[in-house]
């Protein structure tokens, strides 16, 4: 939520989901329009590598940028290499979250 408001004082366009499974309806319904996804790394029932997966499943070469709390180097790395646009570690400020989404959206 705290995300949410940011982004959206940044003048984003924002679909929120408040698990993964949600987050797979919104983004079945809203192909097409969804720039860049971001998730939180650990949520109930759904990693967010495994999101990031499905995600990319349906739709190869999807944006996703990772927040987590938790410090994931391994993880992190691994899921790079695997095709994430970056990580994000909690807490961060508005022109943190600014910047990286800025990054993110720059990659071709």
Do not use: C
Not at 5 to 13: P, S
Not at 39 to 52: A, E
Not at 72 to 90: F, P, S
Request: aromatic letters at 6%.
């Amino acid at each position: 939520e705290v995300g949410q408001n940011m982004l959206e004082k940044l003048g984003y366009r924002v679909l929120a989901a408040s698990n993964a499974k949600e987050a797979l309806q919104i983004f079945n319904s809203h192909q097409g329009e969804i720039s860049l996804v971001i998730t939180d790394m650990v949520m109930p029932n759904m990693s967010g590598g495994d999101l990031y997966r499905e995600l990319n499943r349906i739709s190869p070469g999807v944006k996703v940028l990772l927040v987590s709390g938790y410090s994931l180097g391994d993880e992190i790395k691994k899921l790079k290499a695997e095709g994430v646009i970056d990580y994000l570690q909690k807490p961060f400020q508005l022109e943190v979250l600014a910047r990286k989404v800025y990054e993110a959206l720059s990659v071709k």
